[in-house]
Antibody, heavy 117, light 105 residues
Framework: DVELLESGGGLIQPGMSLRLSCAASGFTFSKSAMTWVRQAPGRGLEWVAG????????FYAESVKGRFTISRDNSNSTVFLQMNTLRVEDTAIYYC??????????WGQGTVVTVSS | DIQVTQSPSTLSVSVGDTVSIACRASESVGTWLAWYQQKPGKAPKLLIY???TLQSGVPSRFSGSGSGTEFTLTISSLQPDDFATYYCQQYNTYPLAFGGGTSVE
């Protein structure tokens, strides 16, 4: 069965860094584009970043460009989101998604990031 | 960047009603539009992709239509399990973008 397990969330002060991980299993990881989507408390969904199967192609929302970096380790079936210079407005549940918008679309349960002093 | 707008933001309906949710993109996205359903405390679930293709396992009372900049999600004969928030999302161009959501209550 497909499984996506996000980790790395927590409470952190503004300006600090955090790295989220998403461990995947149950499918051929290297063939799947992966995406991070976030949802601030009581708000809608926001696409954050995406990465192709090889890791060469990466894409970012304007709100995180230059601060966040998406990467992947295909040998360990894991995708990462390095988040630097965190802001209060980055507070959200961060979801890891396989194959967003495709028949293979599958979401993890999310990890909570709280940015607060 | 392409902006995606949904209307209405809230729909008050009853079981058995037919529900329509509109989604508008600020420029053409062809048929590269998906619809998601989200229930409180849960991850979103893909209902429809490529404008009108029903995801496997999704009941046939859900349907999507439209192309270009105007799209519609229709739920025929609303069931109790359908009370949720619905989002459209364009994936024609990066950065990808979700609409603001429609709460069906």
């Amino acid at each position: 069965d497909v499984e996506l397990l996000e980790s790395g969330g927590g409470l952190i002060q503004p300006g600090m860094s955090l790295r989220l991980s998403c461990a995947a299993s149950g499918f051929t990881f290297s063939k799947s584009a992966m995406t991070w989507v976030r949802q601030a408390p009581g708000r809608g969904l926001e696409w954050v970043a995406g990465i192709g199967g090889s890791g060469v192609n990466t894409f970012y929302a304007e709100s995180v460009k230059g601060r966040f970096t998406i990467s992947r380790d295909n040998s360990n079936s894991t995708v990462f989101l390095q988040m630097n210079t965190l802001r209060v407005e980055d507070t959200a549940i961060y979801y890891c998604v396989r194959g967003l918008d495709t028949p293979d679309d599958y979401w993890g349960q999310g990890t909570v990031v709280t940015v607060s002093s | 960047d392409i902006q995606v707008t949904q209307s209405p933001s809230t729909l008050s309906v009853s079981v058995g009603d037919t529900v329509s949710i509109a989604c508008r993109a600020s420029e053409s996205v062809g048929t590269w539009l998906a619809w998601y359903q989200q229930k409180p405390g849960k991850a979103p679930k893909l209902l429809i992709y490529k404008g009108s293709t029903l995801q496997s396992g999704v009941p046939s009372r859900f349907s999507g239509s439209g192309s270009g900049t105007e799209f519609t999600l229709t739920i025929s004969s609303l069931q109790p399990d359908d009370f949720a928030t619905y989002y459209c999302q364009q994936y024609n161009t990066y950065p990808l973008a979700f609409g603001g959501g429609t709460s069906v209550e």
